[in-house]
């Protein structure tokens, strides 16, 4: 009431938070009746029952040494197909990015940059946006049909959609950066790519190497999911089990995936503490 | 800048001189081909740069040196690389790449530190060094270049007095071996006059006088320098905080 009487104590900011909280709320409610969001059919008894059985069914995981051997084999081709997928998608991305970046562009060091190396930049761009927006997973559909099932497809799906990624964010990587070491060495008459190996390169390598650490950790569980198409791998074998409702050979699966994410995740931390 | 007309001769040792923000750095780029003059006209060894095709350009740019106040080196680059990178525009690609894996001239490296008191420091880190050592690095490049016209931007900001003597006097000297031009932006004024033949002063975008040094007085010296007497008298003032922070681990983009 000591609000109402003295008006200039009320928050100003009051009336528009109300308004904004309001607005999202409008805005929400339409996407979730166009998503069919009806959390409450997950626990009536006709869901629920079989979700329970299957469930039920991860338990004991199955241990067989047979078994284990292929997981083992599926899990270690699941990392190389990651690995060899990231190592084509660097073919692709250094030399993208290298051909976008504008800390590199000779024209650039004194006023504008000249239209044709302009234009060049701009395709290269472009090129890598279309790369990258096109899902691993679409890829990885369309060459099951080309080359067929097995990991070659996810080798390509995977090297296409993350040298677009990779070449992207490189770029924004290395224009980020201080780029007085860089821009020194091409006013003092070096070529661009010396100047990148021993300006631009030195000065953003460990953020550049982080990130590809941290994409190759995200390839190893997009190659999982690739296998559920016919790209082979861990993610093969989980479909397939899967479609025999073998719970326990999915429960173990599932146990060593997220102990592979794990460590892929661990490696990933410990080299960027590396880097420092 | 207005009105300015400078001719240098080859193998001339110029020091300009003049308070913070009078155009000095500006006139250094002009003259590095690193800013093209929007009216005027720059000639180096009677040729318009900015009239040559892109390549030509580049290799002039080749035979002269900028060093800028800031030392330009990467912090994860090592003395050696950052000292043979003054090299890079004598060398093919391939022998520069060659020379990441083994440094090709472990010696002329050595010896150019050698010259600032900096041998022990060849394999270090740069950004292990203090921020005087830095510029040191930065200068001993300039010496490890093959460049016929060296442009030195304030050399001596981050040195102290006796550093900063040592410095001054092997730029000169290695200037006259190489039978180099050199250009010198410097605070301070003693050590310009001391070790400079000619002056140059520059007051608001303009140049004051361009004088023998034997012929600067005192009295020009404090026109130059009205309301910033305390350049003058007092130290140099460090422009920019060089001192390199310690490398922080490296975060981590999710993008």
């Given at each position: ?276 | ?223 130059l320098y009205a309301q910033h007497l305390h350049e003058l008298t007092g130290p140099a003032p460090e422009a920019i905080d060089i001192t390199a922070a310690p490398a922080l681990p490296v975060v981590m983009h999710?993008?």
């Open positions: 009431m000591a609000s109402a009487a003295q008006p200039a104590l009320r928050d100003p900011a009051w009336s528009s938070r109300v308004f904004w909280m309001l607005a999202a709320v409008l805005l929400l409610w339409p996407m979730l009746v166009l998503t069919e969001f009806k959390p409450w059919t997950l626990f009536e008894t006709a869901s629920l029952k079989p979700t329970l059985r299957f469930v039920g069914d991860f338990f004991p995981p199955k241990v067989e040494a047979e078994f284990l051997m292929a997981v083992a084999k599926e899990t270690w081709r699941t990392v190389a197909m990651a690995t060899a997928g990231i190592a084509l998608a660097l073919l692709l991305a250094v030399p993208l990015a290298l051909l976008s970046v504008r800390v590199l562009s000779v024209s650039a060091l004194a006023g504008r940059m000249d239209a044709m190396p302009s234009v060049l930049r701009t395709v290269t761009r472009w090129l890598m946006i279309v790369l990258r927006s096109v899902p691993e997973l679409i890829w990885a559909l369309v060459f099951v049909r080309v080359v067929g099932l097995g990991p070659t497809a996810g080798v390509i799906a995977i090297a296409l959609t993350y040298g677009g990624m990779l070449g992207k964010v490189y770029a924004e990587i290395l224009e980020s950066g201080e780029g007085h070491a860089t821009q020194s060495l091409l006013r003092n008459g070096s070529g661009r790519l010396q100047a990148f190996f021993y300006g631009l390169l030195p000065q953003n390598a460990a953020e550049l190497t982080s990130y590809t650490v941290y994409r190759w950790e995200c390839a190893i569980r997009s190659s999982a999911v690739l296998g559920f198409v016919g790209a082979g791998g861990l993610g093969q074998m989980m479909d397939s089990s899967m479609k025999m409702f073998n719970g326990s050979e999915v429960a173990t699966m599932l146990i060593v995936f997220m102990a592979l994410v794990w460590l892929a995740d661990k490696a990933s931390a410990w080299l960027r503490t590396q880097l420092g | 800048m207005r009105g300015i007309t400078l001719d240098v001769a080859a193998g001339e040792h110029v020091a300009i001189i003049g308070p913070s923000g009078a155009g000095k750095t500006t006139l250094l780029h002009a003259l590095a081909c690193a800013l093209r003059p929007s009216a005027g006209s720059v000639q180096l060894g009677g040729r318009d740069p900015w009239a040559l095709p892109r390549a030509d350009l580049q290799a002039l740019r080749a035979q002269l040196f900028l060093a800028p106040q800031v030392p330009p080196l990467p912090p994860r680059q090592r003395v050696i690389t950052a000292v043979l990178a003054g090299r890079l525009p004598n060398q093919s690609l391939l022998a520069s790449l060659k020379s990441l894996f083994y440094p090709n001239d472990i010696p002329l490296a050595d010896a150019a530190l050698a010259r600032f008191d900096l041998s022990e420091k060849l394999f270090e880190r740069v950004d292990r060094l203090s921020g005087g050592e830095r510029q040191r690095v930065g200068l001993a490049r300039a010496l490890a270049s093959d460049a016929k016209l060296l442009l030195v931007d304030e050399p001596l900001s981050a040195l102290d007095p006796t550093r900063a003597v040592q410095a001054i006097t092997t730029l000169t000297q290695v200037a006259h071996e190489k039978a180099a031009t050199l250009v010198t932006s410097l605070h301070h004024v003693e050590m310009a006059l001391q070790h400079f033949p000619r002056i140059v002063g520059m007051r608001g975008g303009e140049v004051a006088f361009d004088l023998p040094a034997a012929q600067v007085t005192p009295q020009l010296l404090q026109e999710c993008r």
